[in-house]
Nanobody, 124 residues
């Protein structure tokens, strides 16, 4: 069983930055594609970013492209999401996800493993 634990959420002013971390409990972390999704109140969970394989290509939602960066440290079994120039519309619960095959999928139901989520609130 793969367990994911996010950290790094909080309250930040618009224009500020945060870094989310997701620690993954799996000896085979390298084989998992890793993704970040978010869910705002009353909205469906939406794709944010993905990193393919052990450090391959990345992809981003248009709404965060140029502001967010996904990366991973395979030695630490951790994936990160660096978020800059945060906007109030970025306010949501952010979830880390892992899957062996769904790396390019922007559909949350395609991903097998999920963290518990961490709240990001961006004040205007």
């Amino acid at each position: 069983q793969v367990q994911l634990v996010e950290s790094g959420g909080g309250l930040v002013q618009a224009g500020g930055s945060l870094r989310l971390s997701c620690a993954v409990s799996s000896p085979t972390f390298r084989i998992y594609h890793m993704g970040w999704f978010r869910q705002a109140p009353g909205k469906e969970r939406e794709f944010v970013a993905t990193i393919i394989g052990s450090g391959g290509p990345t992809a981003y939602a248009d709404s965060v492209k140029g502001r967010f960066t996904i990366s991973r440290d395979n030695a630490k079994n951790t994936v990160y999401l660096n978020m800059n120039s945060l906007k109030p519309e970025d306010t949501a619960v952010y979830y880390c996800a892992a899957d062996k095959t769904a790396g390019w999928s922007r559909t949350s139901t395609s991903w097998d493993y999920w963290g518990q989520g961490t709240q990001i609130t961006v004040s205007s």
